[in-house]
């Protein structure tokens, strides 16, 4: 008697959920680091002064 061969496993679906994960961990990855840049750059943002605007000094002129 020969031994019966089980059929070959398809791995499309497999292959393609460790994709899907690899995928999500990286959005949600992305998504992570740039909510810490913003977080970092609002801590580090100095605002600046509000400056006067600058004043003119009168002067005289001559008239001949």
Do not use: C, H, W
Request: proline share 9%.
């Amino acid at each position: 008697m020969t031994k019966a061969r089980k059929a070959p496993q398809k791995k499309t679906q497999q292959s393609q959920n460790r994709g899907l994960k690899i995928a999500s961990a990286v959005f949600v990855a992305v998504g992570v680091l740039v909510i810490l840049s913003m977080i970092v750059s609002s801590i580090f943002t100095v605002p600046q002064p509000v400056t006067a605007p600058a004043q003119t000094i009168p002067t005289t002129t001559l008239v001949p």
